[in-house]
């Protein structure tokens, strides 16, 4: 029944846009031009690379090369205060900054119940777990006791306080495999492309006229 109401929804707003014109704007237009030619071109590339593979041999030996190289993340031991309001995070800041036990100021000011009874405790926070190089660095660039100052990061507010780091250790080959992978993989079809699309321009004797393309 629900999809049913949604289906018949979507039919009368998409023909009173259309009846309204907003489908023959020009801005409308040309987002559709470009979201036309983003995926035929998603597609090209598809096809193009839809064979390429990365034997086992392969993975092995890179490995090999790089074993000492490849190394996991580090891992911090922390308390944080999370809060979705500057206000809050600002006074809590303040009143770390006076003196006041960081594990204190959790229990008033965070916003995260699975963390508030434990004073804001996280026994193994991995770097790049914020998919946010300022955010990591701010956090693992700390000495224990120390505090970073209020960062925000994904419409939130924190604050962390340093216990403990434990450097990455190096990563079994099992480890690796879908990283190295991912790497040769991505490697390979970035090359195949590169090699079909210089065949495509000598063969069609492609040639740039403006100044500022054929500088690039």
Do not use: C
Request: glycine share 4%.
């Amino acid at each position: 029944e629900e999809l049913r109401i949604y289906a018949g929804n979507r039919h009368i707003t998409l023909k009173e846009a259309e009846g309204a014109g907003f489908d023959k704007a020009s801005d409308f237009q040309e987002t559709i031009q470009r979201e036309r030619e983003k995926l035929s071109l998603d597609a090209l590339h598809a096809d193009l690379v839809k064979d390429v593979a990365v034997p086992d041999e392969e993975m092995a030996r890179f490995y090999e090369e790089k074993r000492d190289s490849l190394v996991g993340p580090a891992y911090a031991r922390v308390r944080y205060i999370f809060t979705t309001s500057q206000a809050r995070i600002d006074s809590a800041y303040v009143e770390i900054q006076a003196g006041k036990p960081f594990t204190d100021v959790v229990v008033r000011y965070t916003e995260d119940p699975s963390t508030r009874d434990k004073g804001g405790l996280v026994d193994s926070l991995a770097y790049g777990v914020f998919k946010s190089s300022d955010m990591d660095d701010a956090i693992f660039m700390l000495k224990p006791d120390e505090i970073t100052r209020p960062i925000e990061y994904n419409q939130a507010f924190y604050i962390f306080q340093m216990i403990q780091i434990t450097a990455g250790s190096k990563l079994t080959y099992e480890q690796a495999a879908p990283k190295i992978q991912e790497h040769l993989k991505t490697t390979k079809e970035t090359e195949l492309f590169d090699s079909w699309l210089a065949q495509k321009r000598e063969t069609m004797n492609i040639k740039i006229y403006d100044k500022a393309l054929n500088a690039i």
